[in-house]
């Protein structure tokens, strides 16, 4: 009986490799990008395996190779996590995976994207302010103040009912904006993401901004960071992510300045981040490869799997709400906003629902906040009318929607 049981024991582990249920995350940089062979993007997705960018490189080195059958293989995998191919591409695949599989692949890639609306139009930004990056909106859901990349100032909602301009003195481009659970201040980002001409005397950090906008506490970055997104702990531990450099950094409450947290070169182009509810732990993207676990305690970055078929990348705004993590996910063909479900120990992903996709009035939904049971995002976003801060050629400001997304299934 004993060596009955030991050897289930054995059986079970070598069923289920160590580390399964929280898988090393691989370090990606700007290299990573520029592998092309096929053998080294398959490993690149046994490493990635709900990244639909990664997979869409395989699919394309497949199709170069003349690997017809892998190539067939890899549509299936993309079309079962939601992607959808533009018309062209449509038009084109079944022709470049060849005759054998010409069929099959048009069966896999004929499809119309679903479209989910189900968020209402909560707020107009007057199209002065520029390219809003994202909103702040108060507990009881009313629109608090909006980021401007373009500006470097923020806009504010006041119970006048309009919308007024506040310069915050030394600001880069203004992004990401975080509160703490529990109200009060409120934080936001500051540095040159937009690559607008710097003077050298702009500020790059945090800005905190304690009950008023007109009080404001400066936390400098490290040299070389540009941070965006943010997201604040239980503790108040302020955290943020550098897109350009691909670490991420802290504000600890006492704390005079941001200190890292993970190296740079971790991550390729980290983005939206949310902390655990015990402060255990932060849940943040990496735009093309997908979401990563940082436990705090001893600074270790695990991959964050999914037991259901999603994809994971394109997170550019992530939030925690109760055990699911909301996304919004720019970067997936169509653009979405995703509800993920983790497991009891919040390690994983055992659940997946669209909560809106493909909205006909989107251009493109960007960050926001959650209050009232509601994500409260930008709808609109502009970044395709702005190039280092100013209009582009042609190009017209337009205002910007805040739409409100009811989070109860």
Same mark, same amino acid.
């Given at each position: 009986?004993?060596?009955?049981?030991?050897?289930?024991?054995?059986? @079970?582990?070598?069923?289920?490799?160590?580390?399964?249920?929280?898988?090393?995350?691989?370090?990606?940089?700007?290299?990573?990008?520029?592998?092309?062979?096929?053998?080294? @993007?398959?490993?690149?997705?046994?490493?990635?395996?709900?990244?639909?960018?990664?997979?869409?490189?395989?699919?394309?080195?497949?199709?170069?190779?003349?690997?017809?059958?892998?190539?067939?293989?890899?549509?299936?995998?993309?079309?079962?996590?939601?992607?959808?191919?533009?018309?062209?591409?449509?038009?084109?695949?079944?022709?470049?995976?060849?005759?054998?599989?010409?069929?099959?692949?048009?069966?896999?890639?004929?499809?119309?994207?679903?479209?989910?609306?189900?968020?209402?139009?909560?707020?107009?930004?007057?199209?002065?302010?520029?390219?809003?990056?994202?909103?702040?909106?108060?507990?009881?859901?009313?629109?608090?103040?909006?980021?401007?990349?373009?500006?470097?100032?923020?806009?504010?909602?006041?119970?006048?009912?309009?919308?007024?301009?506040?310069?915050?003195?030394?600001?880069?481009?203004?992004?990401?904006?975080?509160?703490?659970?529990?109200?009060?201040?409120?934080?936001?980002?500051?540095?040159?993401?937009?690559?607008?001409?710097?003077?050298?005397?702009?500020?790059?950090?945090?800005?905190?901004?304690?009950?008023?906008?007109?009080?404001?506490?400066?936390?400098?970055?490290?040299?070389? $960071?540009?941070?965006?997104?943010?997201?604040?702990?239980?503790?108040?531990?302020?955290?943020?992510?550098?897109?350009?450099?691909?670490?991420?950094?802290?504000?600890?409450?006492?704390?005079?300045?941001?200190?890292?947290?993970?190296?740079?070169?971790?991550?390729?182009?980290?983005?939206?981040?949310?902390?655990?509810?015990?402060?255990?732990?932060?849940?943040?993207?990496?735009?093309?490869?997908?979401?990563?676990?940082?436990?705090?305690?001893?600074?270790? $970055?695990?991959?964050?799997?999914?037991?259901?078929?999603?994809?994971?990348?394109?997170?550019?705004?992530?939030?925690?709400?109760?055990?699911?993590?909301?996304?919004?996910?720019?970067?997936?063909?169509?653009?979405?906003?995703?509800?993920?479900?983790?497991?009891?120990?919040?390690?994983?992903?055992?659940?997946?629902?669209?909560?809106?996709?493909?909205?006909?009035?989107?251009?493109?939904?960007?960050?926001?906040?959650?209050?009232?049971?509601?994500?409260?995002?930008?709808?609109?976003?502009?970044?395709?009318?702005?190039?280092?801060?100013?209009?582009?050629?042609?190009?017209?400001?337009?205002?910007?929607?805040?739409?409100?997304?009811?989070?109860?299934?």
């Amino acid at each position: 009986m004993k060596l009955l049981v030991a050897a289930l024991a054995l059986a @079970l582990a070598l069923a289920t490799p160590l580390g399964a249920q929280e898988p090393a995350w691989r370090a990606v940089d700007a290299a990573t990008g520029e592998i092309g062979d096929v053998a080294g @993007l398959e490993a690149l997705a046994r490493d990635f395996p709900d990244s639909a960018s990664v997979r869409l490189r395989v699919f394309n080195a497949q199709l170069e190779a003349g690997e017809g059958e892998a190539a067939l293989a890899s549509l299936g995998w993309l079309k079962a996590r939601g992607h959808v191919f533009s018309a062209r591409a449509q038009a084109q695949i079944p022709a470049l995976i060849g005759p054998a599989h010409a069929e099959a692949a048009r069966a896999a890639v004929t499809v119309e994207p679903l479209i989910v609306a189900a968020s209402t139009v909560q707020d107009e930004i007057p199209a002065q302010a520029g390219l809003i990056e994202s909103v702040y909106v108060t507990p009881v859901g009313e629109p608090g103040f909006a980021t401007s990349v373009s500006r470097r100032s923020l806009f504010v909602r006041f119970s006048e009912g309009d919308w007024r301009e506040i310069v915050v003195p030394r600001a880069q481009a203004l992004s990401g904006v975080a509160s703490h659970p529990y109200g009060g201040s409120a934080w936001v980002a500051s540095a040159n993401i937009d690559g607008s001409p710097d003077d050298g005397e702009r500020f790059t950090g945090l800005i905190e901004l304690p009950g008023d906008v007109d009080g404001k506490i400066y936390y400098p970055a490290p040299a070389g $960071v540009a941070v965006s997104d943010l997201a604040v702990g239980p503790d108040r531990t302020v955290y943020a992510s550098d897109p350009m450099g691909g670490g991420v950094y802290r504000a600890r409450p006492d704390a005079a300045a941001l200190e890292p947290l993970v190296a740079p070169g971790t991550f390729r182009s980290p983005q939206g981040l949310a902390v655990s509810a015990d402060g255990a732990r932060i849940y943040l993207s990496d735009y093309r490869y997908g979401l990563a676990v940082i436990d705090l305690a001893s600074g270790a $970055v695990r991959r964050l799997a999914s037991d259901v078929p999603a994809a994971l990348d394109g997170v550019d705004g992530l939030w925690l709400h109760g055990r699911e993590l909301i996304a919004v996910q720019n970067g997936t063909a169509p653009m979405r906003i995703s509800a993920f479900t983790l497991s009891d120990d919040g390690k994983r992903i055992t659940a997946h629902r669209v909560l809106e996709q493909a909205h006909p009035e989107w251009t493109e939904p960007l960050g926001g906040s959650i209050a009232d049971g509601a994500l409260y995002y930008i709808a609109t976003g502009q970044w395709d009318r702005y190039d280092k801060g100013a209009l582009r050629e042609g190009m017209t400001a337009v205002p910007t929607v805040i739409r409100r997304l009811p989070l109860t299934p």
